[in-house]
């Protein structure tokens, strides 16, 4: 199917997809998605998503009902608001609460334009769906054309509940990100992919990249530079210098439309782009993630590591502790960030027993490593789907949680399991 003409309509109010537009209208970020699926070598997920954002600490995670309450308090003071995007801080298809958050934003304000940013592992189950809840622009950030590069770019992939490394995880999310691009453009959406430009590792295959999902009909390109940071794998690699990333637009554009004017946002960005206004509106909507100002844990980190305990001194079992005790650490140092209670009263049998785990997983929500001493094969499952950890340890909390980053995961379920 082509675009809808009625589509190329819209993009000339959407100020990422057309160049016009980017001074006269706004767009307003929700921050309600801090799970991910992969985890990329130049991400820090404590900070916003380096897909869709500029590195800072995301003021606040909302959960979609905040978030529709916030879009009512921004309209008003902001009239020129046409795009309501979901882009992080983690993966938005990762986070059932992308969904419940368009559904909410759709129904309360139906001319506002849907947008969102992913990274495409999720795509093929997901682009009906959001189809069907009325958006029409997606981002993907594709940052390897082979699973060769990808094996560099990416750490690991979470598909099936199995974490895949290597040539192997790159090249499920590879196949997956190109399934997706063209499902989303034969149902007449318009499609943007973003990659990140790393000079010494996926450079060189930039251009074929573009021609290929140009071929899949994608809409448009953007091609952003790796922003090094702190505590990732790529700290020390260098950006690409702005001409290298011109020269590079400049190659890429015979063979498809590119942005040039991608400010690199926040995921809770607000306003025009270039001109984030989000520090006035922090807050506004409430919080419902329970996060202070400052954002600890808001992404899903594995350095933000929760310990199942019942006494506070030794680590327990997933589903029989009384709490989990929760801690940002580097290996060496940790920092103790807040206790999560675990309502063991509540029916764990049967099919409630299901939900008495999912309860536990959302409430850890932040946390990319989980110690446990023990755990059965369903809340492994379960926590594995939601790109958590799952690291098996005994004895004293502290030590484990030093311990944790270093010891092997337990979350590898065979797929017939
Ligand atoms: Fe947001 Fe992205 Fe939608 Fe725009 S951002 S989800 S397409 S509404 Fe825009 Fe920001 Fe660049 Fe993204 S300037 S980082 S391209
Ligand atoms: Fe980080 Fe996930 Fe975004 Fe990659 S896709 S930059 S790991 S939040």
Known sequence: MSMDPKLEEVIRTHPCYCEDAHRSFARMHLPVAPRCNIQCNFCNRRFDCCNESRPGVTSEVLTPEAAADKVAYVKERIPNL???????????????????????????????????????????????????????????????????????????????GRRLRGVEGASVLLSRQLEGIERCASLGMAVKVNVVMIPGINDGEIPDLVKKVKSLGAYMANILPLIPVEGTRFADRRAPTPQE??????????????????????????????????????????????????????????????VATSDGRTVGGFGNSTSFRVYATDGGTCRFLREVPVDLTLPVSGGSHRDHIERIASSLAGCGTVVVSEIGEMPSRVLASRGVRVVRASGDVDRAVRDALRRPDECIISDSA
């Open 82 to 160: 046409s795009v309501i995007g979901i882009a992080g801080p983690g993966d938005p298809l990762a986070n059932e609460e992308t969904f419940r958050s368009i559904e909410l934003v759709r129904k309360r304000f139906p001319d506002l334009t849907l947008c969102i940013s992913t990274n495409g592992l999720a795509l093929p189950d997901c682009a009906d769906r959001l189809y069907d809840l009325g958006v029409r622009f997606v981002t993907v950030t594709v940052n390897a054309l082979t699973p060769e590069t990808g094996a560099e770019v990416y750490d690991s992939v979470v598909f099936g």
């Open 245 to 306: 990333r011109r020269e590079m637009m400049d190659r890429c554009e015979l063979d498809a439309r590119m942005m040039r004017h991608c400010r690199q946002c926040r995921a809770d960005a607000i306003g025009l782009l270039g001109e984030d206004r989000s520090p006035e509106f922090v807050h506004i909507g409430g919080c419902g993630s329970g996060c202070g100002p400052q954002g600890d844990a808001v992404g899903c980190d594995e350095s933000v590591v929760a």
